[in-house]
T-cell receptor, first 114, second 108 residues
Framework: NAGVMQNPRHLVRRRGQEARLRCSPMKGHSHVYWYRQLPEEGLKFMVY????????ESGMPKERFSAEFPKEGPSILRIQQVVRGDSAAYFC????????????FGPGTRLTVT | GIQVEQSPPDLILQEGANSTLRCNFSDSVNNLQWFHQNPWGQLINLFY???GTKQNGRLSATTVATERYSLLYISSSQTTDSGVYFCAGQGGSEKLVFGKGTKLTVNP
């Protein structure tokens, strides 16, 4: 009974490199959400996706950040040309299409930019 | 706008004590939920509680939607209860809006 899977759990990147974070939703879930948690803060919404569709990206920074959820495979959050301020924990959540208020979270990916 | 406010920001207890955490939310917030982030960073769903009262072991939660607040009760606290407790709600869209959390430390 696998929950939401995220990998890698820890990622270290140098400034200017690209970071790719992956999220596999719970079985039977078709909706994926990405949240970011900066140190000592609560979680902030970034983007909401269904298969092959971005539904709400109102929380995504305008530049360098992109997300996708292809027909096959995990959802990917991509950060290009990372900067120190991108260091954070990135959480993915998933929900069933009929229970979108009930989101289950993965263990997170902790990104450190050196 | 959507607002979710939690109090207190920090709480230190001795093992065995009881505690109450509060979450106030604005008119546009619904589908209130409580989460526990353990010291390893994992987020665990505690309660989905848009209104009423629910109990799960030593934890219970009450939401009074008409007065826009929710309470999380922890009885007979244990060291494993340590971590950060978040409340979150939705405001007309699927995205969850989180409060800043209450950091709970339970000492042995």
């Amino acid at each position: 009974n696998a929950g939401v899977m995220q990998n890698p759990r820890h990622l270290v990147r140098r400034r200017g490199q690209e970071a790719r974070l992956r999220c596999s939703p719970m079985k039977g879930h078709s909706h994926v959400y990405w949240y970011r948690q900066l140190p000592e803060e609560g979680l902030k919404f970034m983007v909401y996706l269904q298969k092959e569709n971005i539904i709400d990206e109102s929380g995504m920074p305008k530049e360098r950040f992109s997300a996708e959820f292809p027909k096959e495979g995990p959802s990917i959050l991509r950060i290009q040309q990372v900067v120190r301020g991108d260091s954070a924990a990135y959480f993915c959540a998933s929900s069933h299409r009929d229970l979108r208020y009930e989101q289950y979270f993965g263990p997170g990916t902790r990104l450190t930019v050196t | 706008g959507i607002q979710v406010e939690q109090s207190p920001p920090d709480l230190i207890l001795q093992e065995g004590a009881n505690s109450t955490l509060r979450c106030n939310f604005s008119d546009s917030v619904n589908n209130l939920q409580w989460f526990h982030q353990n010291p390893w960073g994992q987020l665990i769903n505690l309660f989905y509680i848009p209104s009423g009262t629910k109990q799960n072991g030593r934890l219970s939660a009450t939401t009074v939607a008409t007065e826009r607040y929710s309470l999380l009760y922890i009885s007979s606290s244990q060291t494993t209860d340590s971590g950060v407790y978040f409340c979150a709600g939705q405001g007309g869209s699927e995205k969850l809006v989180f409060g800043k959390g209450t950091k709970l430390t339970v000492n042995p």
